[in-house]
């Protein structure tokens, strides 16, 4: 019973007309004296115009983006300096854990201590000595 007072609902209900569709809309942005492209009929042309010193450049939206709180950029020497400290691990006379080699960069760290060592004490020696 309740089925037939809502066939008759949506039987009143007038069929919507489909509406044209929107007319087209484009953004450009010309430069210097450049002109605006002439709209066609069913278009609408809107153009934002930006001085001709700006033509090759980069959009001020792209150029920065860093961050205020980040870090300045990096320089390539700094750059190939880190990457040769941290893939020096593991390579001979590294004196690191890690890998087979590093057994000998210790031994080498432990003979070039006690070299200055020995010197130090040569050193103190002779500066003791009138």
Known sequence: MLILPLLMAAAAVPAV???P???Q???????GN???PRSKDDEIVVCA?????????????LRDKRKKD??????WV???????????QGLPNSCSPIGSNGQTGCFRQFQDFMR??????????????P
């Not at 809309?25 to 430069?31: A, C, E, G, R």
């Open 21 to 23: 569709p929107p007319a």
């Open 34 to 36: 450049d002109p605006c």
């Open 70 to 75: 980040q870090a300045p950029a990096e320089s």
């Open 116 to 129: 200055a060592q020995r010197q130090a004490d040569r050193e103190e020696a002779a500066a003791e000595k």
């Open 49 to 61: 115009r930006q001085p001709e010193s700006e033509r090759y450049r980069i959009p001020k939206a």
């Open 78 to 88: 700094a750059r190939a300096r880190t990457m040769d400290v941290v893939s020096k």
């Open 17 to 19: 007309a489909p509406e």
């Open 25 to 31: 809309i484009s953004t450009l942005v010309v430069f």
